[in-house]
Structures are given as C-alpha cells and as structure tokens.
C-alpha cells in the first residue's frame, strides 16, 4: 500500500467545482474514475480544498491510497491518457502515508485576474472577470494590502456559511498590472467560502471608487458582509499552489 500525492492543473469551467456531488460533473469524480481504470481499485480521492464551479488551478493538490504495482511517479503519465484534456496531472509521488492533501496543508495561494478594458476577449473569456470600466488600481494596491496580516474575515464570506472561526491569515498580498490584466494574488493559512471572490469584487468597487482604500480596515473591524463589495464571479479564480 502506498500514499500517492498528485498536483493538478484544470480549466475549471466545465465543471461544478472539485467535490464530488449528485447529479452533477466535478474534478474529483472525473480523476477518481480514472484512477478506478488504470488501478481497478475504489481509491478515495482527497482534495486539499473545495472549489466553485468555473474556478480553474495551476496547483490543486490531492492523493490517495493504493496497493497498485504502478510506481508512484508515473500514475501522472498513466492518468493523463484517461483524463480529458481541461484535466492534466502535473506530478505524482509517492508520500508518508499520513499525509492528508487537505489537513496537511500549511498555506494556499490564489490568483484573481481582472481584464480592465473596454471589450471582452474572446479567448480568455472563461478565465478572468472582465470589467470595462477604468480601476484606479493605485487605489486598488493600497487596498489589498490591509488583507495582510491576522484577521477576523466575517465580512469577507458568504453568507450563511458556517465555521468554527472566521479568523485567518494572509501572509502576502500583492496586486499587478500588465496591460490590460490585473492580478491580485494573496496566500494565507485558510480561507472561507468565497472569500477571496468577495475580498477581489470589494477590491473592483474600491477600483471604481464606491469604496474608499482605507475603508478596508474598518471592513474587516465591523465583520458585516454588507459592508464588502460585490461578489467576483468564478472564472477570475484561480487555486496557485498548496504548501505543506
């Protein structure tokens, strides 16, 4: 028996999300039955995180157990001929058996792509939010970085989701420019349902001048959901990387 550790990459956005569920195609339960086909093993897939329906990763992370002779390092190979081309594994290796893709995991990176121009791109269409207004992203930088740091995100999730504590950490924040892309990224110990859609829709209406930049940390003080912006859409998102 072995502990196999995949990295994934996905276009999420013919997809309901990463987990599993009834009556729908998600991430999960297509490589969990690929893994079925080259093992003819029922292997349980665990992800490191849920994810929204259209949200894309360059570095989902997820593993399983498995008494297969296929070594470690190939189920990549291996998978990638049973797994549909929005679905490709970037690594594969075996792992102490008690890591846990999701409770061994320190830290998650995100990425939130804004394209800031007055028509919407035919190619990258299903993978950034498009805004045709004009950001001040100077206002939209100083913004961001009062993310960083420990605090309580309860106006930062969607309502009516649930959590022992809705205390977290970020521990970089950064917001670019290159063109007409913006990308806001931010990586942090955990992260609430919608969270950081919420945190880059507040960021799009600090853009567009409905929020003041220093009003963030009131925001963050007064945790009522209201008080936030918008919520962005999902094909902005991106799940960078998990750190373990």
């Given at each position: 028996m072995k502990n196999v550790k995949l990295t994934i990459e996905f276009d999420g956005t013919n997809y309901h999300g990463w987990q599993s569920q009834k009556n729908a195609i998600t991430v999960?339960?297509?490589?969990?039955?690929?893994?079925?086909?080259?093992?003819?093993?029922?292997?349980?897939l665990t992800g490191a995180s849920r994810t929204d329906a259209g949200v894309h990763a360059l570095g989902f992370v997820a593993n399983f157990r498995?008494?297969?002779?296929?070594?470690?390092?190939?189920?990549?190979?291996?998978?990638?001929?049973?797994?549909?081309?929005d679905i490709v594994v970037k690594n594969s290796e075996e792992v102490d058996m008690s890591f846990h893709a999701r409770f061994s995991a320190v830290s998650k990176r995100y990425r939130y792509i804004f394209l800031n121009s007055k028509h919407p791109s035919a190619l990258y269409r299903n993978r950034v939010f498009h805004v045709p207004w004009r950001l001040d992203v100077d206002a939209m930088r100083?913004?961001?970085?009062?993310?960083?740091?420990?605090?309580?995100?309860?106006?930062?999730?969607?309502?009516?989701?649930?959590?022992?504590?809705?205390?977290?950490?970020m521990y970089d924040v950064s917001l670019t420019q290159k063109d007409e892309m913006i990308i806001f990224e931010v990586e942090g110990n955990?992260?609430?349902?919608?969270?950081?859609?919420?945190?880059?829709?507040?960021?799009?209406?600090?853009?567009?001048?409905?929020?003041?930049?220093?009003?963030?940390?009131?925001?963050?003080?007064?945790?009522?959901?209201?008080?936030?912006?918008?919520?962005?859409?999902?094909?902005?998102?991106?799940?960078?990387?998990?750190?373990?």
């Amino acid at each position: 028996m072995k502990n196999v550790k995949l990295t994934i990459e996905f276009d999420g956005t013919n997809y309901h999300g990463w987990q599993s569920q009834k009556n729908a195609i998600t991430v999960q339960d297509v490589i969990t039955e690929a893994i079925t086909k080259v093992t003819g093993e029922n292997c349980q897939l665990t992800g490191a995180s849920r994810t929204d329906a259209g949200v894309h990763a360059l570095g989902f992370v997820a593993n399983f157990r498995t008494s297969s002779s296929i070594p470690a390092e190939k189920f990549s190979f291996v998978l990638n001929t049973c797994l549909p081309p929005d679905i490709v594994v970037k690594n594969s290796e075996e792992v102490d058996m008690s890591f846990h893709a999701r409770f061994s995991a320190v830290s998650k990176r995100y990425r939130y792509i804004f394209l800031n121009s007055k028509h919407p791109s035919a190619l990258y269409r299903n993978r950034v939010f498009h805004v045709p207004w004009r950001l001040d992203v100077d206002a939209m930088r100083e913004a961001a970085l009062f993310f960083k740091g420990t605090h309580d995100f309860s106006a930062f999730r969607a309502s009516g989701a649930s959590t022992e504590t809705s205390v977290r950490t970020m521990y970089d924040v950064s917001l670019t420019q290159k063109d007409e892309m913006i990308i806001f990224e931010v990586e942090g110990n955990g992260f609430l349902y919608n969270m950081v859609r919420i945190m880059a829709g507040t960021l799009v209406d600090v853009g567009l001048g409905k929020i003041a930049a220093e009003r963030i940390a009131g925001i963050l003080k007064n945790g009522e959901r209201n008080m936030a912006g918008r919520t962005a859409p999902p094909q902005g998102l991106y799940l960078v990387c998990v750190n373990y």
